[in-house]
């Protein structure tokens, strides 16, 4: 190979890891576990610092889950997956310090729409009259 071309491909090389350093890639979300049981489906998700939270449906029994879900397991921290009706004003909750996800919590909500979310450390997320039906 003569010089010039050693010197463009090293360049090439160069830059392209360069533009990999500089954009990396997307993180990638945590896995959906499958904590909320069999015959539940992810509907709906969240990304969240540290996770992601799923809302699942049963479309055999008509209940809504939600799971908080951690990308990395690690020491315990404050978590919670919290889910209710949108013309209710009481949370299912499962708050507390946890290594890899909160939750599951169950709420039957067949036609409804639903609020749900989660937090992990201090950072929450909910969303607002969602997956209605």
């Known amino acids: ?29 945590a896995p959906y576990n499958g904590v909320c049981g069999d015959g539940y489906n992810v509907v709906n998700s969240a990304s969240i610092t540290g996770g992601t939270i799923y809302l699942t449906y049963n479309n055999s029994n008509g209940k809504n889950c939600v799971v908080v879900v951690r990308s990395n397991a690690g020491a315990a921290m404050n978590m919670d997956a919290v889910l209710k009706r949108s013309n209710s004003t009481s949370w299912t909750r499962d708050p507390g310090s946890w290594t890899m996800y909160a939750g599951p919590v169950h709420l039957e909500a067949a036609g409804q729409c639903v609020d749900w979310g989660g937090v992990i450390g201090d950072e929450w997320v909910v969303r607002n009259g969602t997956n209605c039906g």
Not at 1 to 29: D, E, Q, Y
Request: positive net charge.
């Open 1 to 29: 190979m003569s010089k010039s071309l050693a010197r463009w491909v090293s360049c090439g090389l160069a830059l392209t890891l360069t533009a990999l350093l500089v954009n990396p890639a997307p993180a990638a979300a």
